[in-house]
Every structure is written in C-alpha cells, then in structure tokens.
C-alpha cells in the first residue's frame, strides 16, 4: 500500500462509516434505495453477545474509515465450518492503493485462523474488476449457481399448508 493504512476489527464507533460503505456499495450495484438497516441496526446485530457478523475496517492516518470486509459464520453440510464475505469495499476515490487486498487478505487469513474449511461470496457477473481480482488471487468463480433470495415481504407472503 502506498498509503498509511492499518487494517483492524470494526468497532462499535465505526458503524457510521460501514453503513456509508455499504450505501456506497448499494449505489454501485444500482441498488441505491435498497438499504433499509441503518447504524443502530448494524450496532445491536454485531456487537450483541451474539453477534450476527464481524468486520475488519481499513483505516487512514488521519482516522477515515475508506474501506471493510464484513463476514459471518456459516456451516456448510459437504465441508463444515465456513464463513460468507457479505461486502468488500474500498471508497472509490481510494481504489489502486492495494486497501482492497490487504482486506482481503486480513479476512482470509482470519479464516484459517479459524480452520474453517470454505470462505464464499457473492459477486455480480457484471463485475469484471472485481471477478479479475478474485480469481487472481485464486478463488474460484461458479458460473453454473445461482443466488436465491426471498425478501421479507416474499416470507410474510410465503404459506404452505403441512
């Protein structure tokens, strides 16, 4: 990097830059209306006794939060212990500086910390930069699944009769 940059575990007083991270991310993937948390929600979900995900934080000498990695447990029925990388982001105006690898690395060195046996994410198939850059760094890209999702108006509306 040729920045002064440390990467370290998000803290509760970085949650209002995460959440512009992630409205950052939104936008980018024309999203930008589809974040509904804000930075309590982020706050009473991942600094709970359970918390329901991690984050490690790029931070600039000057304090500027200009980059995250957001995580979470997952267990896989194939492999075991896994964690999904939900975002990776790096400010635009902070993009060529290496801040997105070193995230990168700082999450998958964290998993073999943790002996988990797979690390998976999602990524848009519009997204070469992104898709270069991941499978430079040797993870591989399926083109044959698909993500599937229902919302919470889709669970609300979801009946089945047992």
Request: charge should be neutral.
């Amino acid at each position: 990097m040729d920045m002064s940059v440390i990467i370290r575990k998000g803290e509760v007083k970085d949650m209002p830059f995460v959440l512009e991270l992630i409205k950052e991310l939104a936008r980018f993937e024309k999203e930008a209306d589809a974040v509904i948390i804000d930075v309590n929600y982020l706050i009473d979900n991942g600094f709970s006794s359970n918390p329901a995900f991690q984050v490690f934080v790029a931070e600039m000498d000057n304090n500027e939060i200009v980059g995250m990695a957001l995580f979470y447990s997952r267990f896989s029925t194939w492999k075991g212990k896994s964690l999904h990388l939900e975002d990776l982001i790096v400010k635009e105006n902070k993009r060529g500086f290496g801040i997105g690898k070193a995230l990168y690395a700082k999450f998958l060195n964290y998993a073999k910390q943790q002996k988990v046996k797979r690390v998976e994410w999602a990524v848009l198939d519009w997204n070469t930069n992104a898709i270069a850059f991941y499978k430079k760094y040797g993870a591989t890209v399926f083109d044959d699944w698909r993500i599937v999702q229902m919302n919470e108006n889709q669970l609300t509306a979801f009946t089945t009769k047992a």
